[in-house]
């Protein structure tokens, strides 16, 4: 790991309204645009934080910038990342990582995320996140894009578990080895979605459970929980579609509340990315993981004083 000067509360000392820890234990959702005026006018929004996707905002301004700089105003913001391409063959493109700093400058998001997938090949740009092979090679390649982004941005990031619909055969170790040997390698924080683990367990036919005991929970500085599609394979089976078009489903809100159960209230996003709807129902999701993240903040908070006794 590169000796960075790494810091990820650059927010509270460049005097901003939100320091670092203010989305602790917190919900927030996805910002769409079309819920700017619902929110302005929302009395009751006065707690969590919005997540914005880099890529909607690399131009040098317009309406995208002047509705999100109108949210940074009152909200705290963390901006998450799909097409830097961190598992790519090829080296990271400069363009694109020069544009996601500026915006790591400009808005000074809270949390900064990035995808653990490829989607570029030779000038190819694919709108998908697509798996790798979990191998040494693949390992040394993940690590050194992830350190070249965290020296671009002077700050640690967040890197995010993919949903799967394919394994490899040239895969010498677990997904959570992997990840737990990049967090290793990188210093990076994780990114932990939910709903991706129940997806790829469910594909695979392997223990959501287990995996989430494999993982570094220690590691984890936000949640995603999103809703999934069903579907079925050619051999008829059952195929869950990591579609963010819909209602959390029951079974990752249960897994959601055995992992901060293990490991306390953490930030928590409702990703809602297609199918979009009114903001009642966006924010009636993020109300849902708040109460899950409210009791065991409790709990947590009974046991350290305990503890301090």
């Known amino acids: ?3 960075l000067a790494i810091h990820p509360d650059r927010g509270a000392s460049a005097g901003l309204r939100f320091p670092a820890h203010a989305i602790d234990g917190l919900a927030g959702t996805s910002f769409k645009h079309q819920h700017l005026p619902s929110i302005l006018a929302d009395e009751e929004q006065d707690r969590g934080f919005f997540e914005v996707h880099a890529e909607n905002y690399m131009g040098a301004g317009g309406p995208p910038h002047a509705a999100l700089a109108r949210i940074r105003e009152d909200h705290p913001v963390s901006l998450h990342g799909v097409a830097m391409s961190i598992g790519g063959p090829r080296p990271l493109d400069k363009a694109h990582l020069g544009r996601f700093a500026a915006l790591v400058e400009r808005y000074e998001p809270l949390l900064v995320s990035e995808h653990l997938a490829w989607s570029t ?3 190819a740009y694919y709108n998908d996140l697509l798996p790798l092979p979990y191998t040494e090679a693949t390992l040394r390649r993940v690590s050194e894009h992830i350190d070249e982004v965290q020296e671009a941005i002077g700050r640690r ?3 995010e578990n993919p949903s799967t619909y394919l394994l490899f055969k040239e895969s010498t170790m677990s997904e959570t080895a992997f990840i737990r040997e990049i967090v290793r390698r990188t210093g990076c924080g994780l990114l932990l979605d939910v709903n991706n683990v129940f997806v790829s367990a469910t594909n695979h036919g392997y223990s959501a459970l287990d995996y989430l005991s494999n993982y570094p929970l220690g590691d984890v500085g936000e949640i995603h929980l999103a809703g999934h599609a069903e579907q079925q394979d050619d051999e008829g089976d ?3 579609i990591d579609s963010h078009d819909g209602p959390v ?5 249960r897994l959601f509340d055995i992992v901060i159960g293990r490991c306390g209230p953490m930030p928590t ?3 809602w990315d297609s199918a979009i709807p009114d903001w009642p129902v966006l924010k009636a999701e ?3 993981a708040q109460s899950i993240l409210d009791r065991h903040a409790a709990s947590f908070g009974q046991e350290k ?3 301090l006794g």
């Open 286 to 288: 993020a109300k849902a």
């Open 157 to 159: 990031i967040l890197l």
């Open 249 to 253: 489903a029951d079974a990752v809100w």
């Open 121 to 123: 090949h030779g000038t």
């Open 269 to 271: 996003l409702i990703e």
């Open 305 to 307: 004083m305990h503890a």
């Open 1 to 3: 790991m590169p000796e």
């Open 238 to 240: 059952l195929l869950l």
